[in-house]
């Protein structure tokens, strides 16, 4: 199976990355803090130009020898390894040259043989990973796909682009790979231009804002061939939803895909994961688990299926299966809110794992098209019936989580082998915390805790990488730690 995820690991150097104004509308499916601000005043205004300047909040990436801090659709900035200190924007060797709108999602293609452990020089069967890269650029009312997969050297090694009719390209937020498709959903938002020409050009409204989500239109599943120049590709419609998270995606057979997603109905302006005051947690538009299986033969897709009720946005991660299994991974982590019911939900507190065996809610195959829509095995009875389980590990009262991010252990005999890295806020205290999980014993609580002396702002991403960075054992002439100073807001 070729592997995909966004985090490759055994020994490194681990990084949060700070958003400081969440976007509240499109819990995370747009994705930059700037967006929430109101629109610049002046006599040179033009409301139709969404080239925002873009905060370095996005996550941290670490390739070929090099270190950047992304940001949503813009060039990454290169990163001082020893410092952290962010040096100057970077094309990453040429690879983004005239593609600089860069969505900060990424994903590590990992083919039959070669570990997810490992860092990108090792065996030839490590060399082979590539680095999947999207950019989305506007051109008239369609918005425009590049896609570029990096070998471990950080050469080209494919190139895609990629028409998607209808769509803004500020509002691509996530894709997946699998072993013969770049899957991309499209959600039904328009712009609403009357009032981005008034209120958002007076600044009285924000860019989310401006999104309108429409209910009565489906959302469209992007399912783009590599390697083709982005000839070929098909168009699925699903259910209307917005989809800010891909979480996995897997061909089984030759005409059936499995996907996993973080999708809600809709959009909310006065509800965000980061948030904790009572009573904006109940009820529509609610971000949640999904499995969607798509036909690729007949072009069709069966209901998406809820795997689990607790309230999730970008902390979500599908351990690795098994070596040599062409499958979806059985295990999922996530920060999730403390909430399982159907309608109540709220700010991460929790960290739960998921086991979904793999054939869950997947149509039998050798049955016609149409048998998809009742979705028959999740029906089946007795001996042979397969529910989806789950265990948390909750942090404490007034305790908030944010995202998480797995490193596999260096001796793997399941799929839950790994550390569960988070961070911890704890409002009585005003205090950050790093915290270790073992991720085949999580109700067992931490195995390691690093206290922080300040706070921690919500963090919008946690990226370990494959190497360690710092100072070594003797740290060079006049390094120091840097200090962390108090944010002012």
């Avoid at 894709?175 to 020409?197: G, W």
């Avoid at 996530?334 to 991460?348: K, T």
């Avoid at 948390?392 to 890295?421: C, F, I, S």
Wanted: hydrophobic share 40%; charged share 15%.
């Amino acid at each position: 199976m070729h592997r995909s995820g966004t985090d490759a690991s055994s020994w490194g150097s681990g990084f949060w990355d700070e958003s400081f104004d969440r976007l509240r509308a499109i819990a995370g499916s747009v994705g930059s803090s700037v967006m929430a601000g109101a629109g610049p005043v002046g006599p040179l205004f033009n409301p139709l130009d969404l080239s925002f300047r873009a905060t370095g909040g996005a996550g941290v990436l670490y390739w070929a020898g090099s270190l950047y801090a992304l940001s949503d659709h813009a060039l990454p900035r290169e990163m001082n390894k020893l410092t952290l200190e962010t040096v100057s924007e970077s094309a990453m060797g040429g690879a983004l040259a005239g593609r600089p709108n860069l969505v900060a999602s990424w994903k590590i293609d990992t083919p039959p043989g070669a570990s997810e452990s490992a860092d990108t020089g090792d065996a030839p069967a490590n060399q082979a990973r590539r680095l999947a890269l999207l950019s989305s650029q506007q051109s008239g009312p369609a918005a425009v796909l590049s896609f570029k997969e990096l070998d471990s050297s950080g050469k080209v090694v494919s190139a895609t682009e990629y028409t998607m009719p209808g769509s803004v390209a500020r509002l691509v937020s996530d894709f997946f790979v699998t072993e013969h498709y770049y899957v991309v959903v499209q959600p039904p938002l328009s712009i609403n231009l009357e009032r981005m020409a008034t209120r958002y050009t007076i600044g009285d409204a924000s860019f989310a804002e401006c999104v309108t989500y429409e209910p009565g239109q489906a959302a469209k599943l992007h399912l783009i061939p590599r390697g083709r120049g982005g000839k070929g590709g098909s168009v699925i419609n699903l259910p209307p939803m917005v989809v800010p998270r891909l979480v996995q995606a897997a061909e089984l057979g030759s005409n059936q895909i499995a996907i996993d997603v973080v999708a809600q109905k809709g959009l909310h302006y006065h509800k965000d994961m980061g948030d904790s005051l009572p009573g904006f947690y109940k009820g529509q538009p609610k971000p949640e688990l999904m499995r969607v299986v798509v036909d690729t033969s007949a072009g069709i897709a069966a209901a998406p299926v809820v795997l689990s009720h607790r309230a999730t946005e970008l902390g979500v991660h599908a351990a690795a299966p098994k070596a040599g299994a062409a499958r979806l991974s059985s295990v999922l982590f996530a920060a999730a809110s403390a909430s399982e019911d159907r309608e109540n939900w709220g700010p991460p507190q929790v960290v739960t794992k998921l086991r979904v065996p793999t054939d869950y809610c997947v149509p039998d195959a050798s049955k016609p098209a149409a048998g998809m829509e009742p979705l028959l095995p999740c029906s089946r009875v007795g001996a042979a019936r397969a529910g989806v389980t789950s265990e948390t590990w909750r942090a404490g009262p007034r305790a908030y989580l944010g995202p998480l991010t797995l490193v596999p252990k260096a001796v793997q005999n399941a799929e839950d082998d790994v550390w569960v890295v988070t961070t911890v806020h704890t409002a009585g205290s005003a205090h950050g915390e790093l915290i270790v999980l073992d991720g085949a014993q999580l109700q067992a609580g931490p195995v390691c805790s690093v206290q922080l002396p300040h706070a921690l702002p919500f963090p919008r991403a946690l990226t370990w990488v494959p190497r360690y960075l710092g100072p070594g054992r003797t740290a060079p002439a006049g390094w120091k730690p840097r200090v962390a100073t108090r944010v002012q807001q």
